[in-house]
Every structure is written in C-alpha cells, then in structure tokens.
T-cell receptor, first 115, second 117 residues
Framework: QKEVEQNSGPLSVPEGAIASLNCTYS??????FFWYRQYSGKSPELIMF????GDKEDGRFTAQLNKASQYVSLLIRDSQPSDSATYLC???????????????FGKGTMLLVSP | ETGVTQTPRHLVMGMTNKKSLKCEQH?????MYWYKQSAKKPLELMFV???????ENNSVPSRFSPECPNSSHLFLHLHTLQPEDSALYLC????????????????FGEGSWLTVV
C-alpha cells in the first residue's frame, strides 16, 4: 500500500511568518512530488512540483525534497491570510494493477494564517 | 477559467433518480479521472481512464458508472444513490503520467456538488 502522510493540522501561523508544511511517502520509487492548494468548497489547484533533491523556489513558495528520508516539504514565506487553505501533497508513482502511473494524494494539512 | 469543465455544478437528486455528471477537458490530455471528496474528508480516487480505456476502478459501487467516449469527455452516470453519496465529485485530466515530462500532473475541474435526498 503506497501511502502519503500529512499532519491534518490545523497549522496556525501569524501573518508574515513562515509556514512549514510536511509530507512523507512510503514508495521509494516515487518520481515527482506536487503541492496543491484547496480553498474550502473549491477544487485543488497546483502550486508547484519538485523531482530533484534539494530546494526549488517559486515566488513565496519553496519546495524541499529529500529522497533518502522520503520527505517533501513546502515553505510559504511572508504568509498572508489569503494563504489559509488546505495543502495537499501528491506523489507520482506506479499503479501496480495497470502499469500506469497516477498521483497518490495525502489527506492534506489545513493552514490558518491570522492577521 | 479552467481547462476542465464540469456540469452541472450543483445537483440534487432523489435516491430513485438517474442522472449524469459531465466533464470536458480542453487541454489535449489523454488521461481522465473521477475523484470523490466528502465533507472534511480526503480525496478518494474513483476511476481512471488512459487513452479512453478504464485502467483503475477503486472498488467503486456499481451505482456509479463511468463512461469515456473519447479522450476529451468523461461522464459519471448515477443511479439509485444513497444519502452518503452526497459529496463533491471532481473530474481531472492529465497527460499520460507514466512517460514523459516529470512535471506532468493532474488538473482538476471545479467540481460537481451532489446532494442525494
């Protein structure tokens, strides 16, 4: 059973702080890692992805990947109240019964940014 | 504006009704997906189609019946549903995730809110 684990939260941070969201995965063969944001009542939207060890920055967002530790994280700098949402970690791997890859989603971490 | 459109956005149906959810993707993708998301619960993968062929059925009850006539369209036919089937149903599409660019990923439609009464 391939799993993606996230703390459900909520993670509460004050406006302007750095929010750190974490995700671990069980399948060592996982290839790419994605972060989605989902506002309440809305569909998930892609924030960014990473596939190489290290850091990848995109604006206020930084994704970090450590394949040896099977750990991926998302840092949000200068957090804003509009960042309050559920953040989903998704891992691309192999679907055994079909041979096709798909994404396995974590349960998501709720982030609350207070003004 | 999303490249994946779903209709209807909201649906209320009785337990004896038959209805369908429709999804269309304008992104040139070759894989399509149905997900279910109940209130305050995580995403549940229901069905996957790759190149119009169903490649995943995640033990979904037969009262949910998918149809994929071509790579751009996906339907979810609903009949004799139960109140616990009330949820947000999300359609998504992607390029084939097995080969190609590492960044290929899933893009979601805005969802269809289903209420079964």
């Amino acid at each position: 059973q391939k799993e993606v684990e996230q703390n459900s939260g909520p993670l509460s941070v004050p406006e302007g702080a750095i929010a750190s969201l974490n995700c671990t995965y069980s399948d060592r063969g996982s290839q790419s890692f994605f972060w989605y944001r989902q506002y309440s009542g809305k569909s998930p939207e892609l924030i960014m992805f990473i596939y190489s060890n290290g850091d990848k920055e995109d604006g206020r967002f930084t994704a970090q990947l450590n394949k040896a530790s099977q750990y991926v994280s998302l840092l949000i700098r200068d957090s804003q109240p509009s960042d309050s949402a559920t953040y989903l970690c998704a891992v691309k791997g192999i679907v055994l019964n079909s041979g096709y890859s798909t994404l396995t989603f974590g349960k998501g971490t709720m982030l609350l940014v207070s003004p | 504006e999303t490249g994946v459109t779903q209709t209807p956005r909201h649906l209320v149906m009785g337990m004896t009704n038959k209805k369908s959810l429709k999804c269309e993707q304008h992104l040139g993708h070759n894989a399509m997906y149905w997900y279910k998301q109940s209130a305050k619960k995580p995403l549940e993968l229901m069905f996957v189609y790759n190149f119009k062929e169903q490649t995943e059925n995640n033990s979904v009850p037969s009262r949910f019946s998918p149809e994929c006539p071509n790579s751009s369209h996906l339907f979810l036919h609903l009949h004799t549903l139960q109140p616990e089937d009330s949820a947000l149903y999300l359609c998504a599409s992607s390029q084939d995730l097995t080969t190609g660019y590492s960044g290929n990923t899933i893009y979601f439609g805005e969802g269809s809110w289903l209420t079964v009464v």
